[in-house]
Structure formats: C-alpha cells, structure tokens
C-alpha cells in the first residue's frame, strides 16, 4: 500500500513564499510521476506543476517563473516551492503521486489529503 502526505501550507502576504512537501511511503518501486495540483472555491482543479521519475518538469503557464517543483528521490518526496505569491495563488494544494509497486505490480494513483495556502492582500 501506499501512501501520500502533503505538508507546509499557512498564510502568507503577497509577495511573500511556502514551500510545500509531498512524502510518498509504502510499496514503492519506482514513482512514474509527482504532480501539484490546486483548487480554489468555486473552481476546477488546476494542474501546478510536475515532475516525472526521471526528473523532467512542468509548469502551469499561471506560476511558471515563480514556482518550482523539485524531489529527494533518498525520500520519495517532492516540493514546490512557491516565491512571489499572489491572492490568487490561494487554494488548497493537492500532491497526486502515480506509482509503480513492483516488477510485475500494476501503478498506484493516490493523493494526499491537501494543504491551505492562503495569500493576503
């Protein structure tokens, strides 16, 4: 089994940074891929950012240039820090971690339970 576990939301002033942990843990034997995702009330789930077990990156257009995601493959876990925050950056943040099991195991799709990042004027 495996699990999924974001940290590292709070309230923070515009222009101001977090920086956001995602830990994957369990029957892992290799991580296809990690992803970011935000939702805001109100609104669809936004992909942020991602990154795939061989490192490659993407961002939203929406936080290009001011996020960055990054792993600790030691740790099965992935960041995203966030620097030059705006309101509208305020959402609960979600990890989505797509994970091979074993050799011959199917993948696993889980999230973790989100965090609140709140940005104030």
């Known amino acids: 089994q495996v699990q999924v576990v974001e940290s590292g939301g709070g309230l923070v002033q515009a222009g101001g940074s977090l920086r956001l942990s995602c830990a994957a843990s369990g029957s892992i034997f290799r991580i296809n891929y990690m992803a970011w995702y935000r939702q805001a009330p109100g609104k669809q789930r936004e992909l942020v950012a991602t990154?795939?077990?061989?490192?490659?990156?993407g961002y939203a257009d929406s936080v290009k240039d001011r996020f960055t995601i990054s792993r600790d493959l030691a740790k099965n876990t992935v960041y995203l820090q966030m620097n030059s925050l705006k309101p509208e950056d305020t959402a609960v943040y979600y990890c989505?971690?797509?994970?091979?099991?074993?050799?011959?195991?199917?993948?696993?799709?889980?999230w973790g339970q989100g965090t609140q990042v709140t940005v104030s004027s």
């Open positions: 990154i795939t077990g061989a490192g490659s990156t």
């Open positions: 989505n971690a797509d994970i091979r099991t074993a050799l011959y195991g199917t993948s696993y799709n889980g």
